[in-house]
C-alpha cells in the first residue's frame, strides 16, 4: 500500500519569495515515481515534476525543484521566485509497480502581492 | 498535439439515473485512467485501461464502470447515482513504455479539465 501525506493544508508566501510545500510517502515498492502536481480553480491538473526513486539528483523544472530525502521518505517541492499564477492547490502523488498514483490531500497555496 | 479532452464540462442528474462520461486521450496514449476528487475522499483512483483492457481497479463499487475503445477513446459509466456520487471525475492519458531502468512509471499522467457531475 502507497501513502502520501501532505500536512500543510494551506500555505502563504510573499510574491517573489520561495516557498516549500512539503510531502511525506511511504510504500511498499522498491521503486516509486514522485509527481507533483498543480490544481488552479479551473480544476485540470497540471504536471510539475517528477522524481524517480533511483535518481540521485533531485528534479529541477524551471522555478519547481524537487527536494528528495529518500531515508526521510520526503520529496517537498521548492518554488522559486513564487507569481501570482502560482496560486493553486499543489498535490503529490506517487506510482509504483502500477500505473495508478496515489495522491496526498493538497495543499493550497496562496500567493500574496 | 491536443491535450486530454473531456466531455461533457458539467453534468446534473438525479438519484438513481445513470451518466457516461467520455475521455479522448492524448494522440498515440494508449493508456487512460480515471479519478474521481471529492472534498471529502480527494484523489481516488478508479482505473486504468490499455489497449481496451482494463489493467487495474480501484476500490469502488460496480455501479462505476469504464471502457476503452480501439482508438484509446474511454468511457466511464456510473448507474443508479447517489448523492455521494457527485465529485470531479479526471481522465488522464499517458503513453506506452515509460517506464524507467527500476520498473517504477515516470512519465507524468497529464490530466484533462474534468467532468463536474451534480447529483440531486
Known amino acids: 500500500a502507497q501513502k502520501i501525506t501532505q500536512t500543510q493544508p494551506g500555505m502563504f508566501v510573499q510574491e517573489k519569495e520561495a516557498v516549500t510545500l512539503d510531502c511525506t510517502y511511504d510504500t511498499s515498492d522498491p521503486s516509486y515515481g514522485l509527481f507533483w502536481y498543480k490544481q488552479p480553480s479551473s480544476g485540470e491538473m497540471i504536471f510539475l515534476i517528477y522524481q524517480g526513486s533511483y535518481d540521485q539528483q533531485n528534479a529541477t523544472e524551471g522555478r519547481y525543484s524537487l527536494n528528495f530525502q529518500k531515508a526521510r521518505k520526503s520529496a517537498n517541492l521548492v518554488i522559486s521566485a513564487s507569481q501570482l499564477g502560482d496560486s493553486a492547490m499543489y498535490f503529490c502523488?506517487?506510482?509504483?509497480?502500477?500505473?495508478?498514483?496515489?495522491f496526498g490531500s493538497g495543499t493550497q497555496l496562496t500567493v500574496l502581492p | 498535439k491536443a491535450g486530454v479532452t473531456q466531455t461533457p464540462r458539467y453534468l446534473i442528474k438525479t438519484r438513481g439515473q445513470q451518466v457516461t462520461l467520455s475521455c479522448s486521450p492524448i494522440?498515440?496514449?494508449?493508456?487512460v485512467s480515471w479519478y474521481q476528487q471529492t472534498p471529502g475522499q480527494g484523489l481516488q483512483f478508479l482505473f486504468e485501461?490499455?489497449?481496451?483492457?482494463?489493467?487495474n481497479k480501484g476500490n469502488f463499487p460496480g455501479r462505476f464502470s469504464g471502457r476503452q475503445f480501439s482508438n484509446s477513446r474511454s468511457e466511464m459509466n456510473v448507474s443508479t447515482l447517489e448523492l455521494g456520487d457527485s465529485a470531479l471525475y479526471l481522465c488522464a492519458s499517458s503513453g506506452a513504455g515509460d517506464r524507467s531502468s527500476d520498473g517504477s512509471y515516470n512519465s507524468p499522467l497529464h490530466f484533462g479539465n474534468g467532468t463536474r457531475l451534480t447529483v440531486t
Open positions: 485501461y490499455f489497449s481496451e483492457t482494463q489493467r
Open positions: 494522440s498515440g496514449h494508449r493508456s
Open positions: 502523488a506517487m506510482a509504483g509497480s502500477a500505473r495508478q498514483l496515489t
